[in-house]
């Protein structure tokens, strides 16, 4: 059988030997033997496309392939969002604890970046800054208004106890 075979790939060889010359039918081009690859299935022994087509033609399926995984990926994320979302969420709840520790920890570590960055912000954003606070102010409205009549309610009240206590340590 090894002999069988040996004799065939002899046979090919010596056909192959023949033909010095091949057009590549990818590109046209006349080209020696030995720039196209070996191929035993085919009748004469060589491939119809010349090695330099072939590589092209491999990159360009490798890259198509590269699109392709990206273009899946995009999908599988978009087809997953929900489940991403509800998953992310179950986390923040659960993490409730800990994440709220961390976002301490690191406020506190970061606290005088913080701090410097958005003066340096608001320093260089003085107009937008004052903008927003008016926008803040004027959708707020009610609530600071609230908040002010509270505020000098709780003054109210806490000068009138220091008053008694006053006339209090007077009585005394
Ligand atoms: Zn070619």
Redesign the pocket.
């Known amino acids: 059988m090894a002999l069988i075979r040996k004799r065939e790939e002899e046979l090919e060889e010596r056909e192959t030997r023949k033909m010095i010359f091949r057009i ?6 006349r ?1 020696i033997i030995s720039k196209f690859t070996r191929d035993r299935r085919s009748k004469n022994g060589r491939t119809k ?2 090695k ?3 590589s092209r033609e491999s990159l360009r399926r490798y890259y198509e392939d590269i699109d392709r995984v990206k273009i899946g990926g995009g999908l599988y994320r978009e087809s997953h969002k929900e489940e991403r979302k509800i998953y992310n969420e179950k986390y923040r709840i659960d993490h409730k604890e800990e994440l709220k520790k961390r976002a301490k920890k690191w406020y506190e570590q970061n606290k005088k970046a913080i701090k410097k960055r958005s003066l340096l912000y608001y320093n260089e954003h003085k107009e937008e800054c004052r903008i927003t606070r008016e926008i803040w102010r004027l959708v707020n409205r009610e609530k600071i208004k609230k908040y002010n009549k509270e505020y000098k309610k709780r003054k109210r009240e806490v000068k009138g106890e220091q008053g008694i206590f006053k006339k209090g340590g007077l009585c005394v």
Request: some cysteine; aromatic content about 0%.
């Open positions: 590549c039918s990818k590109c046209g081009e080209k496309v010349c330099v087509c072939q």
